[in-house]
Every structure is written in structure tokens, then in C-alpha cells.
């Protein structure tokens, strides 16, 4: 009789937590503060969306039951008040969307967005601050923290207004905050070409990290909710006002659209993993494969342990993007509007401007000359690269040395040391490498692997870039 009461409770239990096992429903039940870091590391009109990106992150965080004192927010802040802006004030991340801009937290703002400040954030070390608000992940060791960094990249690295961030960097700090014993559980989503280089072959299992990432190691990561005018769109067009501009990026409206919508008590990582995954390589001509990394015993998280829960049910408060589609509804779900390649923004930009201005007119000519010269970099960073690879390794084999891709499981580079001084090397002699040039960082990298001494490097970058 004893043994059928026991069954009984433990059947109620398990049913009350809808499947779960109690190990993890009384683990979750436990779970101390949540915090978040929030990075959206570009600046500029033309990369609009990647604030769009991290304000509407705000949003669901904050409607989750995060605090503002948890929330740490990253971004230049040079949008939402910027001259181009149609909107002044507002931002949003889908064309039905409402302002995601209004109550965000402006911690680091500006200069103050960089590598340093980013760093010294997650390992609470308040000291090495530069400005901002000073506040920092305070995090305890029962704490789970969630990270969301939005931006361009490279192979092996991502960008910030100023400065780059390096894999090797990010993961010894990661690695850091683990070893201070200073959080349970984290999760770390980031967008950027790329982004897979940040973390395949590099972050070690052990550390409680789970992460995602927009694209694999050698790929690009795509703009969303883009327009150029006339209706160029797939589905639909962000208001005709914003042409030019992405309003988000599809792998981070992916996610978010996706949490809007959930339940976050009973969908777990894993569960969204494999939605965004599917909305995000869609249309690989226009899209990306999302990645996973680290310990992958946490993709069994419910989502409300790292992002909050609006309510227990799906009748949830409308959220910011109170237009997005459901999670039934397939068709409009795994589509949206034109995808731009991130790489590719600035041209966006560019081109719609030429487009809209009135022909023969001054603004017409400066758009013109401005979207030439952007043309003409881009080719000369590529003509330079080209040359380089030539002059190290021959006409024949120079490319195929520049181009080769490690096999997954193989960091980037063998030693960070010496990619970070070739690329000081290449941009003193080239010019600095922008969002498109950053690709060519695999290049440069493989000089590095292939055993290039700095005199040579210092040599043979002066001659490619001396024309």
C-alpha cells in the first residue's frame, strides 16, 4: 500500500512538470538571479538593426521578470536619434513592431562599447571600467546569466565600434568567470558572420556554457526585414521608410520572435535551437546554418531559466513585436522579408540612397561617388589580399593557402599571438579592415598556420599594398 501512495505522488509530480524529470524540476525550482549582457557592437545608420536586435532583447528579458540592476546593455546609441532616422526616438525589429528603443538601460554607450569594458564586465572587475555606468555581472554561484552579442565578424573574431573582440580572448575570460565560481549555468547566443569561429575548437566542455551561434565557421550571417523600394521584398517589406536599412537579423529575430511566443516554463533551449535553425536555413540561398557549442546538457533548459517567463501560459501580454507570427503558423514563420548579407549592408544602404535621390541633382552625384568609392575599397582590400597570398605562396597556390577552411573541431589559428600582429601588419600597410575586409582575417590567419615569419609578413604586406 506504502509503495502505491509513493507511486502515486511521484506520477503527479512527473505529470505536473510535463514530462520532465524531477531532478531538473526541482533544479530549476532552485535556480538563483538571472542576469544578462547585451551587446550590439556596430555603429552607424546602416547598422540599424543590430541595436534594433539588443533593445527588443531588453524588452522580452525585462517582460520576463528580469530586473534592470541584471540587465547590462552595450550599444553606441547613435540610432534612435540619428538624423536618418524617420522615426526619431523609436526603433523596431519587424515592420508591425512597436519601439523596442524606450527604457533601455544605456550602461555603455559610445567609446564606452569596446572589448575592455565588455571583458571586465563579466568578470565583476569594476576596477578596470573605463566610464559607463559601471555596473557589472555581480553574478553569485547559484546565478545563471544569459549573453546575447549582435555585430559583424570574422573568422575568429567580432567587431566592436572600436577594436576587435578575438576568440581566443573571449573564451580565456569565459573561461575565467567558471574558474571564480561565480555563476550555475550560461547560455550565450551570438550573431555575426562567422560567428561559429568564435567558439568551434576552442570552448572547452565543462565550463556550464551552452551556446548558439547565427552561422558556421566559414559562413555569413544575413540582415532581416530588409527593403530597397518597389516591393523588393520575399513577403514583406519593413515601411517604405526605412529602405536602405535591415530592421533585424535573422537569426536574432529568429530567437526573439521565437521567445515572444513560447512558453518559456516548458521550451526548452533545444526546442528553440532546433526552430531557429530551421527558420534561419530556410532559404540558404539567403540564409545561414545555426550552430551549437559547449555543454550540451543545458539545450534541456527550459528558456524561462535564462530569459524569464511572462505567465505559465501561452495567453501571454502582447510583447514588443505583438505582430510576430505565432509558432503554429508555419508559412509566414520560416520566411521573411529580403535578407541581406551582412557584408553587404553598407552597399544596401548605399544603393537605396542612389536609387531614391532625384536624378541630376547633387545629392544624386554624392550618392553616386559615395557608393563608387565604397565599390572601389572593397575591390582594392580583395586585389591586396590577392597579391599578398601570391607573393608568400605563388601565383598557382596562393589563394587555395588563403581560402582553406580547418575542418570543424580546428580552431581558426594555432597561435593567436601571431594573427593578431599580422593583422596590425596588414592594416598599417593596407588601411584598417572594415566589416566587408574583416572575411579576409581567414587569410591571414592561414600565413600564420602556414609558418610565415614576421619579416617576411612585414615584407610582403608592404609590396601587395604599395600600389
Given at each position: 500500500?506504502?509503495?502505491?501512495?509513493?507511486?502515486?505522488?511521484?506520477?503527479s509530480?512527473?505529470?505536473?512538470?510535463?514530462?520532465?524529470?524531477?531532478?531538473?524540476?526541482?533544479?530549476?525550482?532552485?535556480?538563483?538571479?538571472?542576469?544578462?549582457?547585451?551587446?550590439?557592437?556596430?555603429?552607424?545608420?546602416?547598422?540599424?538593426?543590430?541595436?534594433?536586435?539588443?533593445?527588443?532583447?531588453?524588452?522580452?528579458?525585462?517582460?520576463?521578470?528580469?530586473?534592470?540592476?541584471?540587465?547590462?546593455?552595450?550599444?553606441?546609441?547613435?540610432?534612435?536619434?540619428?538624423s536618418?532616422?524617420?522615426?526619431?526616438?523609436?526603433?523596431?525589429?519587424?515592420?508591425h513592431?512597436?519601439?523596442?528603443?524606450?527604457?533601455?538601460?544605456?550602461?555603455?554607450?559610445g567609446?564606452?562599447?569596446?572589448?575592455?569594458?565588455f571583458?571586465?564586465?563579466?568578470?565583476?572587475?569594476?576596477?578596470?571600467?573605463?566610464?559607463?555606468?559601471?555596473?557589472?555581472?555581480?553574478?553569485?554561484?547559484?546565478?545563471?546569466?544569459?549573453?546575447?552579442?549582435?555585430?559583424?565578424?570574422?573568422?575568429?573574431?567580432?567587431?566592436?565600434?572600436?577594436?576587435?573582440?578575438?576568440?581566443?580572448?573571449?573564451?580565456?575570460?569565459?573561461?575565467?568567470?567558471?574558474?571564480?565560481?561565480?555563476?550555475?549555468?550560461?547560455?550565450?547566443?551570438?550573431?555575426?558572420?562567422?560567428?561559429?569561429?568564435?567558439?568551434?575548437g576552442?570552448?572547452?566542455?565543462?565550463?556550464?556554457?551552452?551556446?548558439?551561434?547565427?552561422?558556421?565557421?566559414?559562413?555569413?550571417?544575413?540582415?532581416?526585414?530588409?527593403g530597397?523600394?518597389?516591393?523588393?521584398?520575399?513577403?514583406?517589406?519593413?515601411?517604405?521608410?526605412?529602405?536602405?536599412?535591415?530592421?533585424?537579423?535573422?537569426?536574432?529575430?529568429?530567437?526573439?520572435?521565437?521567445s515572444?511566443?513560447?512558453?518559456?516554463?516548458?521550451?526548452?533551449?533545444?526546442?528553440?535551437?532546433?526552430?531557429?535553425?530551421?527558420?534561419?536555413?530556410?532559404?540558404?540561398?539567403?540564409?545561414?546554418?545555426?550552430?551549437?557549442?559547449?555543454?550540451?546538457?543545458?539545450?534541456?533548459?527550459?528558456?524561462f531559466?535564462?530569459?524569464?517567463?511572462?505567465?505559465?501560459?501561452?495567453?501571454q501580454?502582447?510583447?514588443?513585436?505583438?505582430?510576430?507570427?505565432?509558432?503554429?503558423d508555419?508559412?509566414?514563420?520560416?520566411?521573411?522579408?529580403?535578407?541581406?548579407?551582412?557584408?553587404?549592408?553598407?552597399?544596401?544602404?548605399?544603393?537605396?540612397?542612389?536609387?531614391?535621390?532625384?536624378?541630376?541633382?547633387?545629392?544624386?552625384?554624392?550618392?553616386?561617388?559615395?557608393?563608387?568609392?565604397?565599390?572601389?575599397?572593397?575591390?582594392?582590400?580583395?586585389?591586396?589580399?590577392?597579391?599578398?597570398?601570391?607573393?608568400?605562396?605563388?601565383?598557382?597556390?596562393?589563394?587555395?593557402?588563403?581560402?582553406?577552411?580547418?575542418?570543424?573541431?580546428?580552431?581558426?589559428?594555432?597561435?593567436?599571438?601571431?594573427?593578431?600582429?599580422?593583422?596590425?601588419?596588414?592594416?598599417?600597410?593596407?588601411?584598417?579592415?572594415?566589416?566587408?575586409?574583416?572575411?579576409?582575417?581567414?587569410?591571414?590567419?592561414?600565413?600564420?598556420?602556414?609558418?610565415?615569419?614576421?619579416?617576411?609578413?612585414?615584407?610582403?604586406?608592404?609590396?601587395?599594398?604599395?600600389?
Open positions: 500500500m506504502i509503495r502505491y501512495v509513493v507511486f502515486l505522488v511521484l506520477l509530480i512527473w505529470a505536473s512538470v510535463e514530462g520532465r524529470s524531477i531532478n531538473r524540476f526541482l533544479t530549476e525550482e532552485s535556480t538563483g538571479t538571472k542576469w544578462a549582457v547585451l551587446v550590439a557592437g556596430s555603429n552607424g545608420w546602416w547598422n540599424y538593426r543590430h541595436q534594433a536586435d539588443v533593445c527588443h532583447a531588453y524588452q522580452l528579458l525585462k517582460k520576463g521578470g528580469l530586473k534592470d540592476e541584471n540587465i547590462i546593455v552595450f550599444m553606441y546609441d547613435d540610432i534612435a536619434n540619428n536618418e532616422n524617420p522615426r526619431p526616438g523609436v526603433l523596431i525589429n519587424n515592420p513592431g512597436q519601439d523596442v528603443y524606450q527604457g533601455v538601460p544605456k550602461d555603455y554607450v567609446e564606452d562599447v569596446n572589448a575592455d569594458n571583458f571586465n564586465v563579466i568578470l565583476a572587475n569594476k576596477s578596470g571600467i573605463t566610464r559607463g555606468s559601471g555596473k557589472i555581472l555581480d553574478s553569485g554561484p547559484n546565478d545563471n546569466i544569459f549573453i546575447y552579442y549582435t555585430d559583424h565578424g570574422g573568422p575568429g573574431i567580432v567587431s566592436m565600434p572600436t577594436g576587435i573582440v578575438y576568440a581566443n580572448d573571449l573564451i580565456n575570460v569565459l573561461e575565467k568567470k567558471h574558474a571564480s565560481g561565480t555563476y550555475s549555468k550560461m547560455v550565450f547566443y551570438l550573431e555575426a558572420c562567422e560567428s561559429g569561429s568564435m567558439f568551434d576552442l570552448l572547452p566542455e565543462g565550463l556550464n556554457i551552452y551556446v548558439t551561434t547565427a552561422s558556421k565557421p566559414d559562413e555569413n550571417s544575413w540582415g532581416t526585414y530588409c530597397l523600394g518597389r516591393g523588393a521584398c520575399l513577403v514583406e517589406c519593413p515601411p517604405p521608410e526605412f529602405d536602405g536599412v535591415c530592421l533585424g537579423d535573422l537569426y536574432s529575430v529568429a530567437w526573439m520572435e521565437d515572444d511566443v513560447q512558453d518559456r516554463q516548458t521550451s526548452t533551449l533545444d526546442n528553440q535551437y532546433d526552430r531557429i535553425a530551421c527558420r534561419t536555413a530556410a532559404n540558404l540561398t539567403y540564409g545561414s546554418h545555426v550552430m551549437q557549442y559547449g555543454d550540451m546538457e543545458l539545450s534541456v533548459d527550459a528558456l531559466q535564462y530569459m524569464g517567463s511572462v505567465s505559465t501560459s501561452h495567453s501580454a502582447p510583447s514588443p513585436m505583438a505582430a510576430a507570427p505565432s509558432p503554429m508555419a508559412a509566414s514563420f520560416l520566411t521573411s522579408s529580403e535578407n541581406v548579407n551582412q557584408r553587404d549592408t553598407e552597399l544596401f544602404y548605399l544603393t537605396s540612397k542612389y536609387q531614391g535621390a532625384p536624378e541630376g541633382t547633387n545629392e544624386e552625384f554624392a550618392a553616386d561617388r559615395k557608393l563608387n568609392e565604397v565599390v572601389a575599397q572593397r575591390s582594392q582590400v580583395d586585389n591586396n589580399v590577392k597579391r599578398l597570398g601570391e607573393l608568400l605562396f605563388g601565383v598557382e597556390k596562393g589563394n587555395e593557402v588563403l581560402q582553406s577552411v580547418r575542418p570543424a573541431g580546428q580552431p581558426l589559428v594555432d597561435d593567436w599571438d601571431c594573427l593578431k600582429s599580422y593583422v596590425k601588419t596588414f592594416e598599417a600597410h593596407c588601411g584598417k579592415l572594415t566589416a566587408y575586409g574583416k572575411k579576409h582575417v581567414r587569410g591571414i590567419a592561414n600565413i600564420c598556420n602556414a609558418g610565415i615569419e614576421n619579416e617576411e609578413m612585414v615584407d610582403a604586406t608592404a609590396q601587395a599594398c604599395s600600389g
